[in-house]
Every structure is written in structure tokens, then in C-alpha cells.
């Protein structure tokens, strides 16, 4: 069964940083592309970043470019999205995703998360 389980979401101040995970289990992790995505209240999801499944490269939406960072790797089936310089703006379920493919893209996504909770305050 595939499983992808995100963490690390909460509260934080605008300017502070948080980490996000993303836990994979039942598909070879290494053959599969990873990305994150966010949903805010009344707003589509959108794209944030996206990891190429060696992890060599990466995309980022404009809106965060510079501030997050996505990368595998550290624990094992294991992909982090850290934010800094985080703003009310990205207040949002995050949620990570796969998909069976050596470059990364922010759409096709073949296995979703259940998605962990970012709230910035002003």
C-alpha cells in the first residue's frame, strides 16, 4: 500500500521557518519524482516546489523561490520542504505528492498525502 505521511506543519510567526516531511512507503522511492503542493481556504491547490527523483533538481513556484527549499534524502524515503521568511500568504494545508518520473513536474501527480496544516500569523 502506498502511503505518503507529511509532518511538521503548525503554527508560526511571520519570518519564522518550519520544516515540513514526507514519509513514502510501498513504491521504489527512487525511480519517483516528489513535489509539494498547497491548498488555501477558498483557493485552488497550486504547485510549490518539485524534486527530481535523484534529487539532483528542483522547481519552484515564483511565489516561493528563494525562501523554500525541497530536497531527499537525510532519512531514508524521506522528502522535506524547509520555509523560511514565511508569510501569512502561505498559510495552507501542504501536501506532498509522487509521481513515476525522473524530472520533476507540478502536475500528473501519481500519489497524494493527506496533507499537514501551515498556519503564519501576522
Known amino acids: 500500500e502506498v502511503q505518503l505521511v507529511e509532518s511538521g506543519g503548525g503554527l508560526v510567526q511571520a519570518g519564522g521557518s518550519l520544516r515540513l516531511s514526507c514519509a513514502a512507503s510501498?513504491?521504489?522511492?527512487?525511480?519517483?519524482?516528489m513535489g509539494w503542493f498547497r491548498q488555501a481556504p477558498g483557493k485552488e491547490r497550486e504547485g510549490v516546489a518539485c524534486?527530481?527523483?535523484?534529487?539532483?533538481?528542483?522547481s519552484y513556484a515564483d511565489s516561493v523561490k528563494g525562501r523554500f527549499t525541497i530536497s531527499k534524502g537525510q532519512a531514508k524515503n524521506t522528502v522535506y520542504l524547509q520555509m523560511d521568511s514565511l508569510k501569512p500568504e502561505d498559510t495552507a494545508v501542504y501536501y506532498c505528492?509522487?509521481?513515476?518520473?525522473?524530472?520533476?513536474?507540478?502536475?500528473?501527480?501519481?500519489?497524494w498525502g493527506k496533507g499537514t496544516l501551515v498556519t503564519v500569523s501576522s
Open positions: 505528492a509522487a509521481q513515476e518520473r525522473y524530472y520533476c513536474t507540478l502536475y500528473g501527480m501519481d500519489y
Open positions: 510501498g513504491f521504489t522511492f527512487d525511480d519517483y519524482a
Open positions: 524534486i527530481s527523483a535523484s534529487g539532483g533538481s528542483s
